[in-house]
């Protein structure tokens, strides 16, 4: 284990792409470049709050100890940069709710260079840091509580299987950040934080769409071999298709990382391009939630609560619509249109594909075959008929007891499950609670005809339906503890979110659905972009 002050710290990102040629720090467009070089704005007293013990282990790294490695420390509250790194902001513009934003770039977020670690190289980049050339009109910083959330939610997703950017440190910064969490005239001081996200590359969709909306095509080029490069090694840059390829793979990635959230039930709330990552990467956690009740139509985001444009229903097809944004970027590169189609048509089938795995498996099925229409059709039909946890209610399909049993039982231990999963069980009408138990038959004669044992079904279904998830209250409970000072919730919660999948008896208090007092409660339903 190497403290982070013994890493071998170098950016390949800055050695290989042209950066901005002004180096003063102000905000202003920027062209022809891939990023611009920036320092950290130094914090008053940067703490540690947040280490994730299982990211430090898989990348080699230790603890920093207070008072023994209080360099390493500074560095991830930006007061320390090291020999080797070449700290910087990218450049990259973006989408946004559906309109080309023009230029945004990393207006908050400075990586400050790459090390090798024992999961390869990674990019290691603090969020919260201090203005940038990229900052616009804010100020560069992030609250304790908008900090709190992506940690927790990083580490979460990727114990859940789910491709994400990672969060080893969450460190209190002593000064104080003035936001204005209801838009509505009066702001507050709040504790500032800064998160050290790792990745092997912070790059999105709208780095690629700034050069094409800025006629750099030589930069797009430079962009795109780079990327190959470094990331895709399996595809060979000198063959003709390597654009093509490059594309199809983002497709494949972006389809399949979407599809896990519809299975887990993860509304990133901000789909827009520059939130896209080009590995096919979770990132940039905003005013994200986890599904509750079941809706379609749900976004934790209240900047998006008229249009509902990135509600959780949605979130395929929006990814592809980014895509697509993504691919017209390549047209210089790729003039043949219909190769671009193709790449389109690989991000459906791929997302097909792996949604209906994924289904299968939360189902318990080995597969969804012709004739089971109904029966996944129905599932979702119900759940959204009458408010009913996402969650709770996999999980508990998860151990009904099925083999050699008669119908009737059976059924009577469904409801009992659904019961636990209904917000207002009582509201249930006798028609509902009918239906439900049809559709349970019908369950159980797919299980017993695709030859499903329930000792083998109980432990697949329990490795697609998680049993504790980072709902919304949670976090917002760890970040009121944090906040006065209490950091034993956080550390709790990071630990129980590490094995999701698990029984986890001792934890039951993290399995529960939402309590009341949280249902309108800001932060556990409803978030705002300045999260
Ligand atoms: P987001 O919605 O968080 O993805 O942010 C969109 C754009 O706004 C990105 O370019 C961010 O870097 C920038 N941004 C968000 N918050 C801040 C902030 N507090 N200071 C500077 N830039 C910010
Ligand atoms: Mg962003």
Known sequence: MKKITELLWGSYFTENLAGDLEEKNFTRPVSHAFFSRVIPTPVKAPKLLGWSRSLANELGIAFPTAGSDDDSISVL??????????????????????????????????????????????????????????????????????????????????????????????????????????????????????????????????????????????ELKTLADFLIREHFPEIESAEPDAYGKLLDEIARRTAVTLAHWMRVGFVHGVMNTDNLSVLGLTIDYGPYGWLEGYDPGWTPNTTDRERKRYRYGSQPSVAQWNLARLCESFISLIPDESRLTQTMKIYEETFLTSYGEMIAAKLGLPEISDGDEKLVGDVFKLLAAEETDFTLFFRELSSLALDGRELSLIQADFLTGLRKAFFNPENASPQLLNEWSEWCGLYAEAVKNKGMRDRERHVSMKKSNPKIVLRNYLAQNAITALESGDDSVLRRLSLALETPYDDQEENLDFAEKRPEWARNKPGCSALSCSS
């Not at 940690?151 to 460190?171: K, Q, W």
């Not at 507050?188 to 800025?214: N, Q, T």
């Open 77 to 218: 509250g930006g007061n320390l940069v090291l020999p080797g790194m070449t700290p910087y902001a990218a450049r990259y513009g973006g989408h946004q709710f559906g309109n080309w934003a023009g230029q945004l770039g990393d207006g908050r977020a400075i990586t400050l260079g790459d090390a090798p670690t024992h999961l390869g190289r990674e990019e290691f980049q603090l969020k919260g840091s201090g203005p940038t050339p990229y900052s616009r009109r804010a100020d560069g910083r992030a609250v304790l509580r908008s900090s709190v959330r992506e940690f927790l939610c990083s580490e979460a997703m990727h114990h859940l299987g789910i491709p994400t950017t990672r969060a080893l440190s969450l460190v209190g910064t002593g000064d104080l950040v003035t936001r204005d969490l209801f838009y509505d005239g009066n702001p507050k001081d709040e504790p500032g934080a800064i998160v050290c996200r790792v990745s092997p590359s912070f790059l999105r969709f709208g780095s690629f769409e700034i050069l094409a909306s800025e006629g750099e095509t030589a």
